[in-house]
């Protein structure tokens, strides 16, 4: 029972930071494929950085920017210029590195994100960036301390901030490893591990081709879970899916590999 009960909170932790970062940040501000209640959208600008170390504005830029020139030089985590292992250092120095630039109001990356009505949060505009951090290791350590049980501790801090794992699992095997449904013009691949393990993310290949879509599979055998978090949401009458944009179903008896139309759209 206390190895299911560690489990439990693991899932529970990582199922918060999942949604915040797969549903509100990729699917609702960076690509528009969601639209937030405007007090949930509030929520997310305010407090989406404590349920994941990472500022929602900078991660939206930076995911723009990687979708404007996938797998190219100015790519800022691609395993084409950074290695399969090196893209886990160079996500972080490019999230930095726009953080630098979004607060110096640099017009290359604040255009990027001039249709967000919020700012980057106030942690990071007073170098505080490590806060959130040491806030889920203090929550861990009370858990240890008061009932004894450390697993159970550290499957709660694991599971709040294994991000920059997820990050490195996507943008290397989603763009090194897997198969591909679409011609995009650049590497992006569908990993099923990443797809299964990140929600839905590791379906690279689908989500280069229709970056508006809200859903990641395109085939009956991928299973999106990020979907379906969105479908409970909007159930909960938490957001509204847009469904005009959504990946269109597969034509009976089509061939394995799809020549798609160019992708023209850089979100």
């Known amino acids: 029972m206390y190895i299911l009960a560690c489990l439990a909170v693991f899932f529970g932790a990582y199922l918060l930071q999942i949604t915040m970062i797969s549903a509100f940040y990729h699917r609702a501000l960076a690509h528009e494929s969601l639209v937030l209640q405007p007090w949930l959208k509030r929520f997310v600008a305010q407090s989406g950085m404590w349920f994941t170390g990472l500022d929602p504005k900078a991660w939206v830029c930076m995911h723009r920017m990687h979708h404007e020139h996938s797998d190219t030089a100015l790519d800022p985590h691609s395993p084409v210029h950074y ?58 350590l009370a858990i240890a301390l008061s009932t004894g049980f450390w697993i159970m501790a550290a499957g709660y801090w694991l599971g709040m901030m294994s991000h920059p794992i997820q990050g490195w699992l996507v943008n290397s095997l989603g763009h090194a490893v897997g198969s591909r449904n679409f011609n995009t013009p650049d590497n992006a691949r569908n990993n099923t591990l990443a797809a299964w393990l990140i929600f839905g993310e590791g379906f690279q290949n689908n989500h280069h081709q229709y970056p508006a879509s809200a859903k990641f599979s395109y085939r009956k055998t991928e299973v999106d879970l990020g979907y379906g978090l969105c479908l409970l949401m909007e159930r909960c009458k938490l957001l509204r899916i847009e469904r005009a944009t959504l990946i269109p179903s597969p034509k009976k008896k089509s061939p394995e590999t799809f020549i798609g139309e160019p992708v023209t759209e850089n979100r």
């Open 83 to 140: 290695g399969f292992f090196g893209v886990l250092r160079g996500q972080l120095r490019s999230y930095e590195r726009t953080l630098v630039r979004l607060a110096k109001g640099d017009p290359a990356y604040t255009s990027k994100v001039a249709d967000l009505d919020f700012p980057t949060n106030w942690m990071n505009r007073h170098r505080l960036w490590g806060l959130p951090y040491v806030a889920h290791f203090l929550v861990a």
